[in-house]
């Protein structure tokens, strides 16, 4: 079962733009993670953020989380084509023996 | 390249046989973790393992086992197989546990016919 959900599914916008991803999930966690896959490879790690942080950059990536909310969101910044991919957010739960549950994901497409 | 290899790429079998998938950590990490990829059940983790013994399960069927061999390669073996089995499956590895980075496999792509 899943413990993340994304949203929007998909989202589509032009090179330039920013894109914003949300990810909820249910029980208490010890981190939040995202990470990218291009169609059928395997998925590539963006950024990890622990419980006690509220917001970390890498690049042009900006993830905040809201425990109160269990809440995340994955803003990538100043878009360009190659950042086309789907996006997965993953917990490790402190309720489910330290296993990662995934999202369904976020498809990106950023229109050259 | 992720340093991670998975062999093979892709396999093609029958319901009811047994199949072995194999991965290779990237040099230096301890721990083996799997994934298996489906459009209809997504990206789910089946189990983990840390310098040979297993440290944490998921959505993991009874068909399935694996194991972490004293070099730190990794099998996965997949039984009684099932349409259903069908997916992508991943294998990632990482220095220690869950707050360490995973670095990801290629995948190897099962189709159960």
């Given amino acids: 079962s899943q413990q993340g959900e994304e949203d929007p599914q998909a989202l589509s916008i032009q090179e330039g733009e920013n894109a914003t991803m949300n990810c909820s999930y249910k029980t208490s966690i010890n981190n939040l993670q995202w990470y990218r896959q291009n169609s059928g490879r ?4 963006l950024i990890l953020i622990r419980s006690n942080e509220r917001e970390k950059h890498s690049g042009r990536l900006r993830v905040t989380l809201d425990t109160s909310k269990k809440s995340s969101s994955l803003l990538i910044t100043a878009s360009r084509a190659a950042d086309t991919a789907s996006y997965f957010c993953a917990t490790d739960s402190t309720h489910n023996n330290n296993d990662m549950r995934f999202g369904a994901g976020t498809r990106l497409t950023v229109k050259p | 390249d992720s340093g991670v290899t998975q062999t093979p790429k892709h396999l093609i079998t029958a319901t009811g ?3 072995t998938l194999r991965c290779s950590p990237r040099s230096g990490d301890l721990s083996v973790y799997w ?3 489906s459009l209809d059940q997504g990206l789910q983790f089946l189990i ?3 310098n040979g013994e297993e440290r944490a399960k998921g959505n993991i069927l009874e068909r399935f086992s694996a194991q972490q061999f004293p070099d730190l390669h990794s099998e996965l073996n997949l039984s009684s197989l099932e349409l259903g089995d069908s997916a992508l499956y991943f294998c990632a590895s990482s220095a220690g546990g869950w707050t360490d980075t995973q670095y990801f496999g290629p995948g190897t792509r099962l189709t159960v016919l």
């Fill in chain 1, 42 to 45: 395997g998925l590539v790690h």
């Fill in chain 2, 35 to 37: 994934y298996q990829q």
């Fill in chain 2, 48 to 50: 983990q393992y840390y």
């Fill in chain 2, 17 to 19: 046989q047994r199949v």
